[in-house]
């Protein structure tokens, strides 16, 4: 491991980060991740494409926010210093990690402080967490970094935690190695991976451009028609609930008003079961293959939004890459 004095956050770690593929990059550049493809992230790394900005989500300002308290108690529960740190792989450099902390030993540990949702999820399944398994490949890449085991720590508070012991996966390890360094390559010869069907778009070849694009003018006209029917439908809809919440408000206490051609009914509806929370917290050890078994049959959604064709970023220098 090779320890680089830059501090995270920083426009010099920012820098540092686009010269090498970093542990929680890992995933997708192992095709694993189910939110960005190996060819979104070729090309973020070449310039293509500017990668999306997280920093100003709630939740994920209010995990930074927290990750901080999780260091801190993690340092009192088990009396070592955990000491945020950037460190590229010896043996293949363009390989690093900005980990959220490295103990008194150099092991790494990962630190999640996720919504309360993924809490009952990670509560309630362990590992088969969808969390857990998304951060599998960036605990590996932390673990080949540092030649350490590694641990995960998900923090919600004090009284609300798990540590997941993550030791080395030969066999991951391996296909890690192998399939980084195929990735590595595509970006420094500026090659594009495969594109992946479920993640990537789809961009009309030169034999249908012509027919693509007389069949897009034609959904642009019937999208906008559709959006200004959809507005015109809102403020119909708004104003009959304001004429209904006038009704109601007169007939009270009845459920039922009659008059002038028009019939009024007030009901009430029972909220819905939350599900999630009754497995987490009444079948702790039910496993996501099981709930899976109970699963609905798929079903096809269609949508269209109209885009800007033309915007374009310029490509990024990787003359840096090692």
Not at 33 to 55: H, I, V
Not at 90 to 99: D, H, K, N, V
Not at 126 to 146: K, N, W
Not at 225 to 230: Q, S
Request: charged fraction near 30%; include cysteine.
């Amino acid at each position: 491991m090779i320890i680089v004095d830059v501090r995270q956050g920083s426009l010099d770690w920012l820098e540092w980060r686009r010269q090498g593929i970093s542990a929680s990059e890992v995933g997708a550049a192992m095709g694993l991740s189910a939110y960005k493809s190996r060819w979104q992230l070729w090309a973020e790394l070449t310039g293509k494409t500017e990668p999306e900005d997280l920093s100003q989500i709630p939740h994920v300002r209010e995990g930074m926010r927290r990750e901080k308290l999780a260091r801190a108690w993690y340092s009192e529960e088990y009396q070592t210093l955990l000491v945020p740190t950037c460190a590229e792989c010896a043996s293949f450099r363009p390989l690093r990690a900005s980990f959220d902390g490295l103990d008194d030993t150099g092991a790494p540990v990962e630190i999640k402080c996720p919504t309360e949702a993924v809490w009952a999820e990670v509560e309630a399944l362990g590992s088969d967490s969808e969390l857990f398994q998304r951060t599998y490949p960036q605990v590996q890449a932390q673990i080949a970094i540092a030649r350490k085991p590694a641990r995960l720590l998900v923090w919600m508070d004090e009284k609300r935690w798990r540590v997941f012991d993550v030791q080395p996966n030969r066999d991951f390890l391996l296909r890690l190695k192998k399939d980084v360094v195929d990735f590595v390559d595509h970006v420094k010869r500026l090659v594009p991976p495969d594109l992946d069907p479920s993640l990537d778009y789809y961009r009309p070849e030169a034999d249908v451009t012509g027919r693509w694009a007389r069949l897009a003018s034609a959904l642009k006209k019937v999208v906008a028609e559709r959006v200004e029917i959809e507005k015109e439908l809102q403020e119909i809809g708004k104003r009959e609930e304001d004429l209904l919440a006038e009704m109601v408000k007169a007939m009270s206490p009845h459920a039922v008003g009659r008059g002038s051609g028009v019939e009024i009914r007030r009901t009430l509806r029972q909220g819905r079961i939350d599900y999630k929370k009754v497995v987490a917290e009444h079948l702790p050890n039910l496993s996501k293959e099981v709930l899976e078994t109970y699963r609905q049959p798929s079903s096809l959604s269609m949508s269209a939004k109209l885009i800007d064709d033309d915007a374009t970023v310029s490509a990024r220098s990787v003359d840096g890459w090692m």
